[in-house]
């Protein structure tokens, strides 16, 4: 079963330039969550989609948004790029049971490095 | 204000011996906790788990020890090997239905020395 899959690897923007972050959850994962890390802050909740709908959300500006797809696939969006928004942006898909539980673990993919000029 | 905290950025030990990682929390109100390792370039690996009803849980060379009434959490890594070198981040979460989220720390940089 292929992993959790990030595109792209690496970024490279300017300040005011905003950017679009795909993540391919595991087939058959419907929740999936996004995370910011930074070496101050280590991994920081973004915010968290399932089926389509966003469910959970960290404290972020709203320049940060993201949607998810009917096959699961999901986007992040971040707009008018500061400085400070260099860092590594993780994506994690979970498997939800029926009964609404979540299997213990996320699985996480490899991030997108992005590098804010 | 930081919930979850890894007070020590890193740890450095020799190959064989323990490696003790610690975790304190300050929400009462978690009660299910994770570890992660995570390689350079690599997104973070689910490594063990612990529910508050507990206050150990072993996996292998891995246990985790809860002790609630200090909000804190070890992972004790026995005996240690140079590939358990990566960074070590604790995470805890309400719950674990489908709407809970997960709280992480900074993260430890562990080094095994050989």
């Known amino acids: 079963k292929a992993g959790v899959t990030q595109t792209p690897r690496y970024l490279i923007k300017t300040r005011g330039q905003q950017v679009t972050l795909s993540c391919s959850p595991i087939s058959g994962h419907r929740s999936v969550s996004w995370y910011q890390q930074t070496p101050g802050q280590g991994l920081q909740f973004l915010f968290e989609?399932?089926?389509?709908?966003?469910?959970n959300k960290g404290n972020f500006p709203g320049r940060f948004s993201g949607r998810q797809f009917s096959n699961s696939r999901s986007e992040m969006n971040v707009s008018t790029l500061e400085l400070g928004d260099s860092a590594l942006y993780l994506c994690a898909s979970s498997f939800i049971l029926r009964q609404g539980f979540r299997i213990n673990e996320q699985f996480f993919g490899p991030g997108t490095r992005l590098t804010v000029l | 204000d930081q919930q979850v905290k890894q007070n020590s950025p890193s740890l450095s030990v020799q190959e064989g011996r323990i490696s003790i990682l610690n975790c304190d929390y300050t929400?009462?109100?978690?009660?299910?906790f994770l570890w992660y390792k995570k390689y350079p370039a690599e997104g973070p690996t689910f490594l063990i788990s612990i529910s508050s009803i507990k206050d150990k849980n072993e996996d292998g060379r891995f246990t985790v020890f809860l002790n609630k009434s200090a909000k804190h959490l070890s992972l004790h890594i026995v005996p240690s090997q140079p590939g358990d070198s990566a960074v070590y981040f604790c995470a805890a979460s309400v719950g674990t239905g489908a709407n809970s989220k997960l709280t992480f720390g900074k993260g430890i940089t562990l080094s095994v020395r050989p």
């Open positions: 929400n009462s109100m978690f009660d299910y």
């Open positions: 989609y399932f089926s389509e709908t966003q469910r």
